[in-house]
């Protein structure tokens, strides 16, 4: 029997099998003691949350934290080593945190394929590192009881792909944003199966270019999803049960920043999208329904030529380490140069832990670890003879 987890939910939302649902539940109830945070009951907290909003407030007002701070980071990570010869054997980890946002209580599957063999004791640092990386994230709250049906309504998700710091060329990182009024996870094996039989809709051409070509695998929780070396494949659903009114409304908004060519998706999000269409000649309508309006997307791009053949992977010049520095450091929100110099000789030079060289450094622990891992700013280099200033 599960104590947290709503069965129905879980399997609407995650790509998982049923019989992973037990170990995410025996998961969730050590957290809920504190085992793996500092503090207890924040699971039945959310619980309570779920059952005393369920019939007064709108969903996205529901993702809160209730009467104390609850920003939980839960991430479960299967990790398998190409050197294994079983594939059914593969590794896990746990980790939760604090994410330190505004953003709501989040739980994330994270499938990481990595270089080489598995190392004989997991108690030492592996000599490897990540090939590719597939992350699912959903609100926490919304696979735990008392939310309801998670799937009545529709939802809003957006797929991210980008390059980890090894990866050879690098490409800009770019989003999709989606609206369905299914499970996301069905329309994603809708979007796959378009990718991988032929649709010219940009986001379905990158997506065919992302998954390995020898595609699935199973590796003992079920589909194990491969992407190609050096991609980072994110997937987040943002909204459930939305009325339709409301769905179109926040994808309008959201999509303004993922149009084509800063982002895949190759028209305007909401009834804004449907008007462009109809002033296009392929809606009969301004408003119609989602599937009529995806029909008339993809004749719309059938007419502009093939527009989804661009390659979105860029340019040489992201193969040369000034022009990644020049395009880290003028993005919002990161780390500058002197910033991820301190945190690599805190960390490994002094061995301090990461909570303290974010109190260092003024960063977060999140970017930390990140850039301990070498997850990010791998290639940020500090030139000779050149000394970093000390961030505290």
């Known amino acids: 029997m599960l104590e947290y987890l709503d069965e129905s939910n879980a399997l609407a939302l995650l790509p998982v099998p049923p019989n992973f649902l037990p170990p995410l539940d025996d998961m969730l109830k050590k957290l809920n003691t504190g085992e793996f945070v500092d503090e207890k009951g924040l699971l039945a907290d959310l619980l309570r949350v779920n059952k005393r909003t369920r019939f007064s407030m709108q969903p996205w007002g529901r993702l809160s934290a209730g009467r104390r701070s609850n920003d939980l980071w839960v991430t479960y990570k299967f990790i398998y080593f190409e050197g294994q010869t079983d594939p059914e054997d593969y590794f896990y980890s746990i980790d939760a945190r604090r994410h330190g946002t505004l953003q709501s209580p989040m739980l994330s599957l994270s499938f990481d394929r990595m270089h080489g063999p598995p190392p004989a004791d997991f108690r030492q640092k592996p000599d490897s590192h990540v090939v590719s990386r597939r992350i699912v994230s959903v609100p926490l709250q919304c696979v735990l009881k008392n939310w309801g049906a998670a799937d009545k309504g529709h939802m809003i998700y957006e797929h991210n792909i980008s390059a980890m710091d090894h990866a050879e060329p690098q490409f800009k990182d770019l989003s999709y944003v989606g609206l369905t009024s299914r499970s996301w996870q069905t329309r994603y094996k809708e979007h796959k199966r378009d990718a991988l039989t032929g649709s010219e809709l940009l986001f379905h051409t990158l997506l065919a270019s992302t998954l390995n070509k020898e595609g699935i695998m199973q590796a003992g929780m079920g589909p194990f999803e491969v992407v190609r070396s050096g991609v980072c494949f994110l997937s987040e ?74 390659a979105p992977w860029v340019s040489q010049n992201w193969a040369r380490d000034d022009f990644y520095e020049q395009v880290i450091f003028k993005r919002q929100n990161t780390l500058n140069r002197d910033q991820v110099h301190a945190i690599r000789k805190y960390g ?45």
């Open 237 to 310: 659903l943002q909204y459930v049960n939305l009325s339709f009114e409301k769905a179109m409304d926040i994808e309008e908004h959201m999509v303004r920043r993922t149009l084509h060519p800063a982002g895949l998706n190759m028209i305007p999000g909401g009834f804004e999208g449907m008007k462009f269409l109809h002033q296009h000649g392929c809606l009969h309508r301004q408003r119609s329904s989602l599937d009529e309006r995806d029909r008339a997307a993809a004749q719309y791009l059938h007419q502009q030529g093939g527009l989804g053949k661009i």
């Open 348 to 392: 490994s030079e002094w061995g301090f832990a990461a909570d303290v060289i974010a109190n260092l450094v003024g960063a977060n622990v999140r970017q930390v670890r990140d850039v301990l891992r070498g997850k990010y700013y791998a290639r940020v280099q500090v030139a000779e003879g050149e000394a970093a200033s000390d961030p505290s």
